[in-house]
């Protein structure tokens, strides 16, 4: 099992910047995909970013590619989202999710473990 702790999330106004970081638990982590959703009041949980357990390919969303970008360090037992120009449309909760077993991609049933959340808020 993995436990996932995500930080970073904030109050930012729109064309800024902010840094996610999720923090995995246990040894075993570079065996997990990695990925990001978001989730706005009212709507469904979507997918942002993923990322894979080793050889560091990732896939992005449409709404964000080329303004976020995802990452791992497995030697810290993290995955970062750094986002740039933020949007008020970015503004949702943040999840952190793990995938084992050669699961992942972009669909939330592909995720076995999910972190709590954090909020980010972008003001126009």
């Known amino acids: 099992q993995v436990q996932l702790v995500e930080s970073g999330g904030g109050l930012v106004q729109a064309g800024g910047s902010l840094r996610l970081i999720c923090d995995a638990s246990?040894?075993?982590?570079?065996?997990?995909?990695m990925g990001w959703f978001r989730q706005a009041p009212g709507k469904e949980r979507e997918f942002v970013a993923c990322?894979?357990?080793?050889?560091?390919?990732?896939y992005y969303a449409d709404s964000v590619k080329g303004r976020f970008t995802i990452s791992r360090d497995n030697a810290k037992n993290t995955v970062y989202l750094q986002m740039n120009s933020l949007k008020p449309e970015d503004t949702a909760v943040y999840y952190c999710?793990?995938?084992?077993?050669?699961?992942?991609?972009?669909?939330?049933?592909?995720?076995?473990?999910w972190g709590q959340g954090t909020q980010v808020t972008v003001s126009s």
């Open positions: 990322i894979s357990r080793s050889d560091g390919h990732t």
């Open positions: 246990g040894r075993t982590f570079r065996r997990y995909a």
């Open positions: 999710a793990a995938a084992d077993n050669y699961r992942g991609g972009s669909h939330p049933s592909g995720y076995d473990y």
